[in-house]
């Protein structure tokens, strides 16, 4: 960020403070001399408690660079705030030497990132698949299966319930599969789908292929008119539906004007339909107009 002289983006950031999310890092030229941050500087200065509020409702922390500045300056002005609490984060480091003309250093913030395995493969089943009903009998005929008469003690009910655990992850291993989520993975995608577009890849046949685009736009249709009325007759939220859709443009809005004056307050707009109420007064109506309505 930049602040210039007369604090401009400090007293933005001071009045937009509870409207801003998580935040890592702040760094800039914040235009603020303070004795806690330039050597050269014995005094303190008006704005440091405004930056030390901000610096604390974001839980960010003043850090110093790994060596003290290396070069002559008159005064200090670039900070750089951390969030103490992110392991992520090292010390920043300054390179003068690339400074050459201008009146700023070059920061350097190390950002230590750890390795992390993202799986993108998961077991699944399909929904409203033949597997899916299949899954749902097993666990309907174990839970009828299970002896809950004997249920005396806590042992009793611990073994039942491993057994209805067991029996849910035995189901869930005979039935779910393995699939792959990349970026072009469909809600609506079945295996019907899969089966029309292997059979292209292996004729690379015309007719083929518009088979496949058939079968994609059926399957469409028939999952999207699915969802329609599971929003329109269940959540009853018709808002969901907006993500299908393009935003619509606002209508164009025209300014009232009245006597070639804009009404723009509530008084001018009031003013207008007096007296456009008086200048109909005792003229002749037209009740034809209303036929159209009835």
């Not at 920061?107 to 750890?114: A, D, E, G, M, Q």
């Not at 969802?227 to 299908?244: C, D, G, Q, V, Y």
Request: glycine content about 2%.
């Amino acid at each position: 960020m930049y602040s210039n002289a007369n604090q401009t983006a400090l007293h933005v950031l001071c009045n937009n403070i509870a409207n801003i999310g998580k935040t890592a890092l702040i760094t800039g030229d914040f235009n603020i001399r303070d004795s806690d941050w330039d050597p050269n500087y014995h005094y303190h200065s008006t704005h440091i408690e405004d930056l030390t509020a901000i610096a604390d409702s974001l839980s960010l922390k003043l850090f110093p660079p790994i060596k003290p500045r290396p070069y002559n300056s008159n005064s200090v002005l670039d900070l750089v705030f951390l969030a103490s609490n992110n392991p992520g984060f090292g010390k920043h480091s300054l390179f003068p030497e690339i400074w050459r003309f201008s009146d700023h250093v070059f920061l350097l913030i190390t950002v230590r990132i750890n390795d992390k395995n993202i799986n993108t493969v998961i077991q699944s089943i399909k929904k409203d698949s033949d597997e899916e009903k299949d899954f749902v009998n097993d666990i309907i005929n174990s839970i009828k299966g299970l002896n809950t008469t004997i249920i005396m003690n806590k042992d009793l009910l611990l073994n039942i319930t491993s057994h209805l655990s067991q029996a849910y992850e035995n189901a869930w291993s005979r039935y779910s599969k393995p699939r792959r989520i990349t970026k072009h993975s469909k809600k609506w995608w079945n295996q019907q789908c899969s089966d029309r577009l292997s059979t292209y890849h292996q004729s690379r046949n015309l007719e083929d292929w518009k088979s496949f685009k058939s079968s994609i736009k059926e399957t469409k249709w028939k999952f999207f008119d699915k969802k329609i009325h599971e929003i329109a007759t269940s959540n009853k939220r018709p808002w969901n539906l907006m993500n299908w859709v393009k935003k619509k443009t606002l209508p164009s809005i025209k300014t009232i004007s009245y006597e070639r004056q804009s009404c723009n307050t509530l008084l001018s707009l009031w003013n207008a339909l007096h007296h456009s109420y008086n200048s109909a007064a005792n003229q002749s109506i037209n009740t034809n107009n209303l036929n159209d309505i009835t």
